[in-house]
């Protein structure tokens, strides 16, 4: 009897020291994170852009969490920008880090290329702007018209890699995935970021 009272109370012992180094510790450590100062909320065509890079699977294929340079330098050597923190994810629901990199990371995509045609063009067929590209092509959110009307978004195609005639248009989705394309700029300074100088000293 005594033996299998012993038993049960490491067996509580065991799970309340896992309860609190798995969520009450992580959980306190979250709450007090700082949330960088220049980070805004998403807009709604941003939202829009974001759910449809949910919903077509980008996040399968692209990471959006550079790692710091003493873990992994190769991520800063590809001008991935800044590691993220935390605070960086207020707004993300869900979070969409990623865990594969079969694409490059897009945390900070949108400082990299803050031009809506090169995401439009990206979108339409990413060969034509990186030739060795595997992504597929997003064609269904572009339209192929003989004349595009006034207010239409007009995406210039290089030859060979557009239609033979016509003009392609963007969509309201393809509009909406570059705006969120574009709000992957955390280019501004995060507060709880190492400094490697100081850990040094």
Same mark, same amino acid.
């Given at each position: 009897?005594?033996r299998? *009272?012993?038993? &049960?109370? %490491?067996? =509580?012992?065991?799970? @309340?020291?896992?309860m609190? !180094?798995l969520?009450? *510790?992580?959980?306190?450590? &979250? !709450?007090?994170?700082?949330?960088?100062?220049?980070?805004e909320?998403? #807009?709604?065509?941003?939202?829009?852009?974001?759910?449809?890079?949910?919903?077509? %699977?980008?996040?399968?294929?692209?990471?959006?969490?550079p790692r710091?340079?003493?873990?992994?330098?190769?991520d800063?050597a590809?001008?991935?920008?800044r +590691?993220?923190?935390?605070g960086d994810y207020t707004?993300?629901?869900?979070?969409? &880090?990623? #865990?594969m990199? !079969?694409?490059?990371?897009?945390?900070?995509?949108?400082?990299?290329?803050?031009?809506?045609?090169?995401h @439009? *063009?990206?979108?339409?067929? +990413?060969?034509?702007?990186v030739?060795?590209?595997?992504?597929?092509?997003?064609?269904? &959110?572009?339209?192929?018209?003989?004349?595009?009307?006034?207010?239409d978004?007009?995406v210039?195609?290089?030859?060979?890699?557009?239609p033979?005639?016509g003009?392609?248009?963007?969509?309201?989705? =393809?509009?909406?995935m570059v705006?969120? @394309?574009?709000?992957?700029?955390?280019?501004y300074?995060? +507060? !709880?970021?190492?400094? +490697?100088?100081? =850990?040094?000293?």
């Amino acid at each position: 009897m005594k033996r299998a *009272l012993a038993i &049960m109370v %490491g067996a =509580a012992f065991i799970l @309340l020291l896992a309860m609190l !180094t798995l969520v009450v *510790l992580p959980y306190i450590q &979250m !709450t007090t994170e700082q949330v960088p100062p220049d980070l805004e909320p998403y #807009t709604e065509l941003e939202q829009q852009g974001r759910d449809l890079y949910i919903a077509n %699977g980008c996040v399968y294929c692209h990471s959006q969490q550079p790692r710091d340079p003493s873990f992994a330098p190769g991520d800063k050597a590809r001008g991935w920008g800044r +590691p993220s923190v935390p605070g960086d994810y207020t707004y993300d629901q869900p979070h969409l &880090m990623g #865990t594969m990199r !079969t694409g490059p990371d897009l945390f900070n995509i949108g400082a990299r290329q803050p031009s809506d045609d090169w995401h @439009l *063009l990206h979108l339409y067929n +990413p060969r034509a702007v990186v030739e060795d590209s595997i992504m597929p092509p997003y064609r269904f &959110m572009f339209r192929e018209v003989e004349a595009a009307a006034e207010d239409d978004r007009v995406v210039n195609i290089p030859k060979p890699y557009g239609p033979d005639s016509g003009q392609v248009v963007a969509t309201d989705d =393809a509009l909406a995935m570059v705006a969120y @394309l574009k709000a992957l700029d955390h280019t501004y300074p995060a +507060p !709880t970021l190492p400094q +490697p100088e100081a =850990a040094e000293e």
